[in-house]
């Protein structure tokens, strides 16, 4: 059964930091590309950050470039973003996806930036 679980989302205070866990099982891991995405209340899914199989690329949204960074753990079947200088307006659900052959969601962890 393919499951992807995160972890790690919470309540910050505007500037700091939180660093989100996807761990995945169910399927060949390295052999898929990972991303983050986000959803918050009345907006469009947005794709934040995204890591090549088995992992040589990444890319970034622009409203995220320099603050956040994804990185994968091909042994641990574990992909993360540390989330840096965080913003009120980073407030949303985040999910990790894994696409390749399939693609896979995980249920998402909510992460709130507010003083």
């Known amino acids: 059964q393919v499951q992807l679980v995160e972890s790690g989302g919470g309540l910050v205070q505007p500037g700091g930091s939180l660093r989100l866990s996807c761990v995945a099982s169910?399927?060949?891991?390295?052999?898929?590309?990972m991303s983050w995405y986000r959803q918050a209340p009345g907006k469009e899914r947005e794709r934040v950050a995204g890591?090549?199989?088995?992992?040589?690329?990444?890319m970034y949204a622009d409203s995220v470039k320099g603050r956040f960074t994804i990185s994968r753990d091909n042994a641990k079947n574990t992909v993360y973003l540390q989330m840096n200088s965080l913003k009120p307006e980073d407030t949303a659900v985040y999910h990790c996806?894994?696409?390749?052959?399939?693609?896979?969601w995980g249920q998402g962890t909510q992460v709130t930036v507010s003083s």
């Open positions: 890591i090549s199989s088995p992992g040589g690329s990444t």
């Open positions: 169910g399927f060949t891991f390295s052999w898929y590309a």
């Open positions: 996806n894994a696409r390749g052959h399939d693609d896979y």
